[in-house]
């Protein structure tokens, strides 16, 4: 392969992409979508979403990004024309604008992770009010857990490593990563599930799980289905065109995928698991009903969370809460690491930039567009309010942005296979690493979804996604 590198081989490149796949998402996100979508029939729509629409996806992604050997926008320029590149470069900016984002939440979850298991943050009487101020005042060096309590910097800090790691290169920096994280990560979320279920009213939990309500199928419910879906899977972006292209023509796509697939939803699945039974134990120990407690969006892991490992003592609260937030920072890493190389491997690639230059410029401009989103917690009204929005803060509005910008990459990357590179042209990649492919049901499969399923359900999706974001849910049906 050429000097920009590439994977060792299949198990680094499925623990990367794996590892792309599994993050913010997967633990904090899907466990409280889940819970407030209905549960298991959550669960199967969003099984559904993978089947129809991500996996079909994925494989297109990759085989893209293998066949051209190059970036986002190198690959649809190389294989399409200059202007299919400009589609590559939508993905590149949606990737930028997510690490903003996302990169703000990572740090508070690594501020969380110190704060709960070096300072005295589980001693506080108030989780909410303690969670608020956090993200509110996001220079604030005094010591409001017996350590310093500035995101500003555990962002930067978080940034930082991400960039360190870029730096080093596809084997040497982004495989090595993975390869240490997710099997830890794994570790931790199994060892917390086992803990979980042992608690007074864990039963209760996972019955709140895994009990379908089949009430809840709406509209509603498929639209964040396949929001999640695409954001979990790293899917619409070129996320997948990049690592794609450091893979060998040994490795087999088709089958890469369903790993990659797998993957990412067991640790999804296995979140709620290990979150639902929590929530019941605290609910049991307060004794209140657990619909009192308020699952929704960031409080779950940040307020609700804090409170539980308070309530189990001062040393086990450390202890499990310490290794909560670990997972939790793995599990961002190993995505902000796949973000930030999208990037990386456009101006590597096509303006033949040095890859540390690269890696820490960007870094730093990345880390300055994600003030704004830090600065939106309350700490400057305008932002934490927009007029523009339905009042929903700047955080949300990007956030929103990209996953709209996601499943409408996916529509036009299905378009941009079956009318311009050939459906034939991607066959032809895949047969590498897969003798029997030309033969298999999964071409016929691919076929189908690629040319009529994908895009008219994504694109359909993703209008009914701009609806949803701009009008509010109930205007949907
Ligand atoms: N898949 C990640 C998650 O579920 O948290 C988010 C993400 C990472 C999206 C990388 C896109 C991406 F390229």
């Not at 040095?354 to 309350?378: C, D, E, Y």
């Amino acid at each position: 392969m050429s000097s920009r590198g590439n994977f060792s081989g299949r198990i680094g490149f499925i623990l990367a992409a794996a590892g792309s796949a599994v993050g913010l998402g997967n633990i904090w996100r899907f466990p409280y979508l889940a819970g407030a979508n209905g549960g298991a029939i959550f669960l199967v729509v969003y099984l559904a979403c993978i089947l129809l629409l991500c996996y079909p996806v994925m494989v297109g992604e990759i085989a893209i990004g293998r066949a051209a050997n190059s970036d986002a926008f190198g690959s649809y320029s190389k294989l399409g024309t200059r202007r299919w590149g400009y589609l590559g470069l939508f993905g590149i900016m949606a990737g930028v604008f997510i690490l903003s984002f996302y990169n703000v939440v990572a740090g508070w979850a690594f501020g969380y992770f110190l704060h709960i298991s070096f300072g005295d943050l589980l001693n506080h009487q108030d989780f909410g009010g303690f969670f608020g101020a956090y993200v509110n005042d996001i220079i604030d060096v005094s010591s409001a857990s017996g350590l310093a309590n500035s995101n500003l910097i555990f962002s930067l800090i978080f940034m930082a490593v991400t960039a360190i790691i870029v730096s080093q290169g596809i084997q040497k920096g982004i495989e090595a990563a993975n390869k240490i994280m997710m099997p830890s990560l794994y570790l931790i979320l199994l060892g917390i599930i086992v803990y979980s279920l042992s608690l007074p009213n864990a039963m209760s939990g996972v019955r709140f799980y895994l009990v379908p309500d089949f009430s809840e199928l709406n509209v509603g419910t498929v639209v964040n289905g396949l929001k999640q879906a695409f954001f979990s899977l790293s899917l619409g972006m070129g996320a997948l065109i990049t690592y794609g292209s450091y893979l060998s023509k040994k490795e087999n796509i088709a089958s890469s995928a369903i790993v990659i697939s797998i993957a990412d939803t067991s640790v999804a699945f296995f979140s709620g698991l290990m979150v639902f039974p929590l929530v019941h134990f605290l609910a049991f120990k307060l004794n209140i009903d657990p619909t009192q407690i308020g699952t929704q969006g960031p409080p779950l892991i940040f307020v609700v969370l804090p409170q539980i490992f308070s309530e189990m003592g001062a040393i086990l609260g450390r202890v499990v809460g310490g290794a909560f937030f670990l997972l939790v920072c793995f599990a961002a890493l190993t995505s902000t690491i796949s973000l930030l190389e999208v990037p990386v491997a456009y101006l590597v690639d096509q303006k033949k930039m040095n890859r540390k230059v690269v890696v820490w410029g960007l870094a730093l401009l990345i880390f300055i567009l994600g003030l704004p989103s830090m600065m939106s917690q309350g700490m400057i009204a305008s932002l934490n309010k927009l007029t523009f929005y339905r009042g929903q803060d700047f955080l949300t509005f990007i956030a929103d942005m990209c996953d709209i910008s996601l499943t409408v990459g996916g529509a036009l990357m299905c378009i941009f296979i079956s009318r311009q590179w050939g459906i034939d042209k991607m066959d032809a990649e895949l047969v590498n690493g897969n003798e029997g492919y030309m033969q298999s049901r999964t071409r016929s499969y691919l076929h189908f979804t690629i040319r009529w399923v994908a895009p008219v359900l994504l694109g359909v999706l993703s209008l009914l996604i701009i609806v949803e974001k701009f009008f509010g849910v109930e205007n949907l049906l």
